[in-house]
């Protein structure tokens, strides 16, 4: 079967529909070892890159990730608001000098400098821990599903792990026993993207 082109608008709504779906889920999980919006800080962002989904659609892909990066910052607010938003913005940068066959080295540049600006690193029980995996299950190429898979086996790692950046990591000792909601919101949307991914066969 033929693969069928990105759709990106269709593709933005994927990720915001899984988004708040689950806004009341994230928000539970930060509510136990953060300050609980993280559901209601990515269900803002993600209804505001979906408000301009149309416009989006009219841009070079690159740009219009870019774009979606700068969306993410200035709506999703918090400590996600940077981290998300640097990522998009990265990917859109780095895939104007790069050749799409490039993508795992795309998405580690971008993790790397998401990692810069959080000053984190992976096993420090933030969404890095559900990126760096990811990226590491691409450069294997695993299938799409087993990427998702690897996504959310992931984010339900992040429970054994201490916090050592964020909100969460103020309490400690005490963090260890619950996921990350920055972990889970990750591995939604990547399981989202994979899905959409499949359901267009491109893989
Ligand atoms: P806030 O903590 O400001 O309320 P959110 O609740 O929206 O922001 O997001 C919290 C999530 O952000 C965490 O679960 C974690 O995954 C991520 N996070 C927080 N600080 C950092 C950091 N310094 N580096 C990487 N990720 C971080
Ligand atoms: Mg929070």
Do not use: W
Request: hydrophobic share 40%; glycine share 10%; with cysteine.
């Amino acid at each position: 079967m033929q693969p069928e082109p990105i759709h990106l608008a269709e593709l933005i709504e994927v990720c915001c529909a899984a988004i708040v779906a689950n806004s009341d889920h994230l928000c539970a999980l930060d509510r136990a070892i953060g300050d609980g919006d993280h559901g209601t800080n990515m269900k803002r962002g993600c209804e505001a890159v979906s408000a301009e989904g149309a416009q989006l659609s009219n841009l070079p892909f690159p740009d219009a990730v870019e774009k979606i990066g700068l969306t993410l910052v200035m709506n999703i607010g918090g400590a996600a608001g940077p981290l998300y938003g640097t990522l998009l913005m990265e990917i859109g940068r780095e895939l104007r000098m790069r050749d799409g066959a490039e993508f795992p080295l795309v998405l580690k540049q971008a993790i790397d400098a998401v990692a810069k600006r959080g000053r984190a690193n992976e096993g420090d029980k933030t969404l890095l821990d559900v990126l760096y995996p990811v990226h590491a299950a691409l450069v294997s190429r695993s299938s799409l599903r087993e990427i998702a898979l690897r996504a959310e086996y992931s984010a339900t790692g992040t429970a054994t792990m201490k916090a050592m950046r964020g909100r969460a990591s103020y309490l400690g000792d005490r963090s260890i026993g619950h996921i990350d909601p920055g972990a889970s919101s990750c591995a939604l949307l990547t399981t989202a993207i994979c899905r959409y991914l499949e359901e267009q066969h491109l893989q």
